[in-house]
Each structure stands twice: as structure tokens, then as C-alpha cells.
């Protein structure tokens, strides 16, 4: 297991699956695409529509693409902390 990075902040949030444990499975906030209280990752960085996430489960990093653009309102659902880039 990796420590948790150093720009890990519990302020910076988002919603999206982990590639690695998958923890989300049977959970009825994230199957319904809330923002559970259980199940979010570390928003370490954002460059863009990319994200780059850590697991507070796992501890796995990666890199989101969320093809979101500049919709900001998609935004707001995925990640909360961090307002996107204008
Ligand atoms: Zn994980
Ligand atoms: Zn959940």
C-alpha cells in the first residue's frame, strides 16, 4: 500500500469508481450516482478535465478523464472542494 499522497485533502472530493477495489459494489448511494458518504477518493490535482485521484481505501492513484469540459454543473456532481477551471 502507498501512503496517502501529501496533497490528499478530506476538503477535496470526488465521486468516481476505483479501478483497483472497486468498493462502490452494492452500495445504493453510488448506484444511484449520489455522492455517497462512504465511497469518494482524494482529489490530489486537476489539469483540465483531468483528474488525478487517490483511494482512501486502497491508497491506488490514477488519472480520471472526465470529458466534462467546461460543463460546470457536471462538475459540481463529481467533486466538491474544487471549483473547475473557466
Ligand atoms: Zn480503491
Ligand atoms: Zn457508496
Redo the contacts with the bound molecule.
Sequence with gaps: MLPLDPQADVGRRAWVACPNCD??QG????AEGRS????WRYLLSNTGSLLHLQCPSCTHTWTHETHFGATRSRWERVISGLRPPR
Design positions: 468498493d462502490r452500495c445504493d448511494p453510488c455517497c458518504s462512504a465511497h
